[in-house]
């Protein structure tokens, strides 16, 4: 157990429809990060978050969006919702954001679009 | 952003085989990460690699990172089925607080008994 908690773990929704995937960091983790898998392209980052504050963006469709919280949690946004934004969505916390640092992540929660 | 490229992509050996994995980028890196990820779960560090020429060990696994901190190889003795899984390197991109993991593709391993 990372102590990353994701929820839900499994979703199915049908295109167009708008889900809302959430994150809660280990505990005293300020820095959260998101990332999509799926099979032809790996890990891919999407967006980090710094003690509510947004850091870093990656290849985020303008369809998703996130947000971290006082309490540090983190909610992923999708909507507009195709078959491609099917995917295994994580996130991931760290004390802070830096070369070396240690990064864990959640189990993931299942996205299906049909 | 710099890539790094994992090879194989794919590995199926037997149970007692050993086998190698490489991770290799055109850019110098400080560090280098290797992750594991199994069927439904999140990646699970395995080590990080700092100095140039490092060699790692965990039980089963070595770790190395190039001289020139370029290249990275994951070297498993004698495999086991429960090492069955997607080997990732990743590397940190980024400045204070402000960053991302960067991953290679991943080599998924499949060990049979």
């Known amino acids: 157990d990372s102590g990353v908690t994701q929820t839900p773990k499994h979703l199915i929704t049908a295109t167009g429809q708008r889900v809302t995937l959430r994150c809660s960091p280990r505990s005293g983790d300020l820095s959260v990060y998101w990332y999509q898998q799926s099979l032809d392209q790996g890990l891919q980052f999407l967006i980090q978050?710094?003690?509510?504050?947004?850091?870093a963006k990656g290849n985020i469709l303008e369809r998703f969006s996130a947000q971290q919280f006082p309490d540090l949690h983190s909610e992923l946004n999708l909507s507009s919702l195709e078959l491609g934004d099917s995917a295994l969505y994580f996130c991931a916390s760290s004390v802070w954001a830096g070369d070396g640092n240690t990064i864990y992540f959640g189990e993931g929660s299942w996205l299906t679009v049909v | 952003t710099q890539l790094l490229e994992q090879s194989p992509q794919f590995l199926s050996i037997q149970e007692g085989e050993n086998l190698t994995v490489y991770c290799n980028s055109s850019?110098?890196?400080?560090?280098l990460q290797w992750y594991r990820q199994e069927p439904g779960e999140g990646p699970v560090l395995l080590v990080t690699?700092?100095?140039?020429?490092e060699v790692k060990k965990l039980k089963r696994l070595t770790f190395q990172f190039g001289d020139a901190r370029k290249d990275s190889s994951l070297h498993i003795t004698a495999a086991q089925p429960g090492d069955t899984g997607l080997y990732l390197c990743a590397r940190y991109h980024g400045s204070s607080n402000t960053g991302k993991l960067i991953f290679g593709q991943g080599t998924t391993l499949q060990v049979k008994p």
């Open positions: 690699v700092v100095t140039g020429g």
């Open positions: 978050y710094y003690n509510g504050e947004e850091r």
């Open positions: 850019s110098v890196f400080s560090s």
